[in-house]
């Protein structure tokens, strides 16, 4: 059964503050992804990894970092937090190759930057 | 720009019901799309489809796509209301490990 965590379900940061999500997967996937939902947005992605420390810009990366060091950690850094960042952020790994529907998505975390 | 549109955005209705939810799109580099539910957590796969006019079902769920017009349809019958739910659409991209999603469809079932 594939498990995807998230360090925390709810946060709460001042604006300006450094903030780390990060997400762990323990079934091996080459393929991780932060995205961010807001209300009539839907999903949108941030970040994705294919593999160990690299990385690929998606849709809205402004204001947001990643670090992939282990296969099975993706970080999410927002190195100055700001209100327009407060969000439900969701990670999600897949298995290796170019199929990424089996997206395995982990619980979330509710971010409120004040 | 890649866009992928539901509708409608919210949809009440009574247990027993049938819904038709309706995601189009315009994406270049088309693979396939998906269907996900989305309660009080993570999104869950119910679909995918990549050809068109072939039907996909799940118990009272099912869905199609037509790839000429560039939309799909969900369909849920007999409607309970564990069914409740936000109903997000995907299009996932080849060549690319990314999907784009829609805003979701949020589906209150009632007594």
């Known amino acids: 059964d594939v498990k995807v965590t998230q360090s925390s379900r709810y946060l709460v940061k001042r604006t300006g503050e450094k903030v780390f999500l990060e997400c762990v997967q323990d079934?091996?996937?080459?393929?991780m992804f932060w995205y961010r939902q807001d209300p009539g947005l839907g999903l949108r992605l941030i970040y994705f990894s294919y593999d160990v420390k690299m990385k690929e810009k998606g849709d809205i990366p402004e204001g947001y970092s990643v670090s992939r060091e282990k296969k099975e950690r993706f970080s999410l850094i927002l190195e100055s937090a700001s209100t327009n960042q407060t969000s439900m952020y969701l990670c999600a790994s897949s298995p290796p190759g170019q199929i990424s529907y089996e997206q395995y998505f982990g619980p979330g975390t509710r971010l409120t930057v004040t | 720009e890649d866009k992928v549109v539901q509708s409608p955005l919210s949809l009440v209705v009574h247990e027993g019901d049938t819904v038709t939810l309706n995601c189009s799109y315009e994406?270049?580099?088309?693979?396939?799309l998906l269907w996900y539910k989305q309660e009080k957590k993570a999104p869950t796969f119910l679909f995918m489809l990549?050809?068109?006019?072939i039907e996909k079902k799940s118990g009272r769920l099912s869905s199609i796509l037509d790839k000429k017009e560039l939309f799909s349809i969900l369909n849920i019958t007999a409607t309970q209301t564990g069914d409740s739910a936000v109903y997000l659409c995907a299009v996932d991209k080849l060549n690319n490990n990314d999907m784009r999603f829609g805003a979701g469809t949020r589906l209150t079932v009632k007594p």
């Open positions: 994406v270049t580099n088309f693979r396939s």
């Open positions: 990549t050809s068109s006019g």
């Open positions: 079934m091996d996937h080459e393929n």
